[in-house]
T-cell receptor, first 115, second 107 residues
Framework: DGGITQSPKYLFRKEGQNVTLSCEQN?????MYWYRQDPGQGLRLIYY???????QKGDIAEGYSVSREKKESFPLTVTSAQKNPTAFYLC??????????????FGAGSRRTVL | GQQLNQSPQSMFIQEGEDVSMNCTSS?????WLWYKQDPGEGPVLLIA?????ELTSNGRLTAQFGITRKDSFLNISASIPSDVGIYFC???????FGAGTRLTVKP
């Protein structure tokens, strides 16, 4: 079945460690997005990409980096500069054609906890 | 940037009751999208609205695209325990989300 796969589901890291979250989709979607959800909060946009080899910062990009070398993949690196202790990271994608009026398909999320 | 305000922030209702929530924007939208997030999962698209005044249903859910294009409403009729979760509004302009309405349904 088509969908978005995020890994790992749970992640425990010590302060000062970088970590990369994987996001893969087999929906042939053009655009991919990363959101962070803090406990009891809504979704905030970190980075997004509408085409391979191009990406844009969202509202909370500091402390994060991304790459889009393949259409199917949009990994997110959480650097040691990112201080939030616990967060839920959600990857999403959507088709941009035939029109931009398409909703997002989300992965199941990755929960990061800093020890 | 544009602001998306959802209300209420949370609701505690009895099973069988109807629910109404809304979302307002500081800007005009071309599309309104409503999602539901189950605990520990990613959100799932419930309803998409594409035209001012449009009223769309999906089972017990009904959503409307406000005439001003700056607001939208989501109603759930005859709530059941599995309606529990967080309901988010969003748009296709910039893919931002409101803060969500957290729904608790008591059996």
């Amino acid at each position: 079945d088509g969908g978005i796969t995020q890994s790992p589901k749970y992640l425990f890291r010590k302060e000062g460690q970088n970590v990369t979250l994987s996001c893969e989709q087999n929906l042939n979607h053009d655009a991919m997005y990363w959101y962070r959800q803090d406990p009891g909060q809504g979704l905030r946009l970190i980075y997004y990409s509408q085409i391979v080899n191009d990406f844009q910062k969202g509202d909370i990009a500091e402390g994060y980096s991304v790459s889009r070398e393949k259409k199917e993949s949009f990994p997110l690196t959480v650097t040691s500069a990112q201080k939030n202790p616990t967060a839920f990271y959600l990857c999403a994608s959507r088709a941009l054609r035939p029109s931009g009026a398409n909703g997002l398909t989300f992965g199941a999320g990755s929960r990061r906890t800093v020890l | 940037g544009q602001q998306l305000n959802q209300s209420p922030q949370s609701m505690f209702i009895q099973e069988g009751e109807d629910v109404s929530m809304n979302c307002t924007s500081s800007s005009i939208f071309n599309t309104w999208l409503w999602y539901k997030q189950d605990p520990g999962e990613g959100p799932v698209l419930l309803i998409a609205l594409y035209k001012a005044g449009e009223l769309t249903s999906n089972g017990r859910l009904t959503a409307q695209f406000g005439i001003t294009r700056k607001d939208s409403f989501l109603n759930i009729s005859a709530s059941i325990p599995s309606d529990v979760g967080i309901y988010f509004c969003s748009n296709n302009n910039d893919m931002r989300f409101g803060a969500g309405t957290r729904l608790t349904v008591k059996p």
